[in-house]
């Protein structure tokens, strides 16, 4: 049933993600590109987005998901070093090609081989990330 | 209003509400990278299959609709070498950061997560800076 559930959750993320234009690189090279032609349309994307799930994070008050035994666990407050280097690394992939991770799956079947080699790259970054934690966490002073 | 600015708003609030949906059914958090990466490094082993279901759908249904309007494009660069850097970063970087535009941009800024919010700020101010320097001064996209 979780899965189902899960199933239905990434068919309308991925409707959403096409609908609204996020699997075009160039509107989100667009949003990204202040000096040049701007286009504020991914600011109604998120604005969009974050109108349902703001209700929905008030909705978990006291309550316990349908399928689940608890709700996450309230963010970490602790902003850290990963998150700032890890976010710049992929503002800048993100800034290159115009695809972030949903997008890039939800456009595989309509992408041709360069959605496909993102995709393998995506994944070879996924599996280098955590020996480069693990790095970051040993050699640089903590803050 | 243009259209564009219409239909990313429907857009945005079906991308909310299958968070949503995520969120009160399943108790969990739609970030794509974090869905993605737990296949990708084994640590998401004990609810593969649920991630793999999500992914299906991400894939699939996206792929019916665009084939039902008679198609779709992302135009996305021929440049392999550019395509390649670009998905490296975009891997590693989520992963180091823990979410994307999905988790720390629609999830995180939603609940007023101090995290999501400063992600957000760095990945577009990154994302700002790379467009001006590669496609205005250096013209490489």
């Known amino acids: 049933m979780r899965s189902l559930v899960s199933f239905i959750v990434g068919a309308l993320f991925g409707l959403g993600l096409l609908i609204s234009g996020m699997t075009q690189t160039t509107r989100v090279q667009g949003w990204l590109d202040v000096f040049g032609d701007w286009d504020p349309t991914l600011a109604f994307v998120m604005g969009g987005a974050i109108i349902p799930m703001a209700i929905a994070w008030q909705f978990t008050r006291g309550r316990k998901p349908v399928l689940a035994a608890s709700f996450p666990a309230p963010p970490e407050p602790r902003v850290g070093r990963n998150l700032v280097i890890g976010s710049t690394l992929f503002g800048v992939g993100w800034g290159l090609a115009g695809l972030c991770p949903g997008p890039a799956m939800a456009s595989l079947t309509f992408g041709g081989a360069g959605g496909w080699l993102f995709v393998g790259a995506m994944f070879a970054g996924m599996l280098a990330a955590p020996p480069i934690r693990a790095r970051l966490d040993q050699q640089l002073v903590p803050v | ?141």
Not at chain 2, 112 to 130: E, V
């Open chain 2, 1 to 141: 209003m243009p259209m564009e600015w219409i239909m990313g708003l429907v857009g945005g609030v079906l991308i909310g509400t299958a968070a949503a949906i995520f969120l009160l059914v399943n108790g969990r958090v739609m970030g794509a990278s974090g869905i993605i990466g737990g296949l990708v490094d084994g640590s998401g082993r004990s609810d593969w299959f649920e991630r793999v279901a999500l992914i299906a759908g991400l894939i699939i249904v996206p792929g019916i609709a665009a084939w039902a309007v008679g198609g779709s494009q992302t135009y996305l660069t021929s440049n392999w070498a550019v395509i390649i850097v670009a998905g490296l970063l975009v891997g590693i970087g989520t992963r180091l950061a823990n979410g994307c535009t999905s988790g720390h941009g629609v999830c995180g800024i939603s609940r007023l997560s101090l995290r999501g919010i400063i992600a957000t700020a760095f990945y577009i101010g990154a994302g700002g800076l790379t467009v001006v320097l590669f496609k205005h001064i250096l013209g490489v996209i």
